[in-house]
């Protein structure tokens, strides 16, 4: 139940069948020079609205801003700060326990570590106010963590590399420009640095060149199996 396009009797119904909901988190940021700015969101909304085609669940219309640390100077990066992304997010789960909602899964199509820092503790405030609600956090890399080995090729891709330019190759072709060389960053360990794009110049994670559709098709296979799985798992989940 895609909660965008259903109406107030759909959605009561759907409260009969399930009391589950994905809200998808993006951003608007800098994929190197090939991929759109709206990759994270695209790809974490798609993953979602595939997942609710195959069972119940509604997916809430997806943030599209986020947390952008290391990539905010880079051209085209229209972040939030982490205060706000908490209240906001926090001010959601408010509404949807309201409605209904019990178990609910915040993923993220940006896994900064301090955006991911912001919505893990926007669910722990969550589940502290509302006892019999569930929630599990997660990026769509943690999907990732157990691809079968031989689909990627490339060690410690993360950003706008194999996996997104795949993933982006599959579900917007027309949105791809070519590709970007292969880069990793080389931020210094600990220190905070005022001039980003000194250490990560072309905002590329990984080895874009890696990429095929059918990479892209296997990725998102893969996520979905593992989103279905998450919410059967929380479903059943007690402590
Ligand atoms: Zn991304």
């Known amino acids: 139940m895609i909660v965008e396009e259903i109406t107030m ?26 991929l759109p700015l709206g990759t994270d969101t695209i790809h974490v909304y798609e993953l979602a609205k595939k997942t609710a085609s195959l069972r119940p669940v509604f997916v809430l219309p997806p943030l599209w801003y986020g947390l952008c640390r290391s990539t905010s100077q880079h051209a085209g990066t229209v972040g939030v700060t982490g205060l706000n992304l908490r209240a906001f997010v926090l001010d959601i789960i408010s509404s949807l326990y309201g409605q209904g909602i019990r178990n609910l899964v915040l993923i993220s199509g940006h896994a900064g570590g ?73 931020f210094p360990p600990f220190i905070l640095s005022r001039n980003k794009r000194r250490f990560w110049p072309n905002g590329v994670w990984g080895d874009p060149a890696k990429a095929t559709v059918q990479k892209g098709e296997a990725l998102l296979e893969h996520e979905v199996k593992g989103l279905m799985n998450l919410l059967n798992t929380l479903e059943g989940f007690n402590d």
């Open 114 to 186: 301090t955006h991911m820092a912001f919505l893990v503790d926007a669910g722990e405030e969550a589940i502290s106010r509302f006892l019999d609600m569930k929630i599990a956090v997660l990026s769509v890399l943690d999907l990732l963590k157990d691809v079968p080995s031989g689909l990627l090729e490339t060690p410690g891709d993360s950003h706008a590399g194999e996996v997104e330019t795949a993933l982006m190759l599959h579900l917007r072709p027309d949105h791809v420009q070519g590709t970007s060389p292969r880069e990793f960053p080389s």
């Open 9 to 34: 009797p759909a959605f009561e119904a759907g409260l009969k069948q399930t009391r589950s909901a994905i809200l998808p988190v993006g951003s608007v940021e800098e994929h190197g020079a090939h």
